[in-house]
């Protein structure tokens, strides 16, 4: 897969504790950050069925589940839990020295 690197600081990692989420605005994306025990995720704010803003749903374990039609989605790769093919957009996470930086261009669908 030819991914592109666009390296973009998104929060201190102690500004999220586990179980938490947090919308960004990073280069004019919305991506949603999530944190389970010592490790960061990040999706796409908008869920694919009609784009409702998964920050507002509840997660579970690593199951996010959208607030508008309860889909639920695999945060550590975006399946929808009901038909694999359907994925909401993952980014690759990395942190350097507390800090947490997401690849924007990175997507993956
Ligand atoms: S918009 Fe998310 S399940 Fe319908």
Request: hydrophobic fraction near 40%; charge should be negative.
């Amino acid at each position: 897969m030819d991914q592109k690197n666009n390296w973009v600081f998104a929060i201190k990692e102690d500004e999220l504790a586990d179980g938490e989420k947090k919308v960004l605005l990073l280069e004019g994306d919305k991506v949603l950050l999530l944190r389970k025990e010592d490790a960061f995720f990040a999706i796409s704010n908008k869920c694919p069925h009609m784009e409702c803003p998964l920050s507002k749903g509840t997660l579970e374990q690593y199951v996010i589940q959208c607030p508008c039609h309860d889909w639920r989605f695999d945060i550590r790769n975006g399946e929808f839990l009901d038909a694999k093919e359907i994925k909401v957009p993952t980014y690759e996470i990395k942190v350097i020295e507390g800090s947490v930086f997401v690849n924007i261009e990175g997507a993956v669908i």
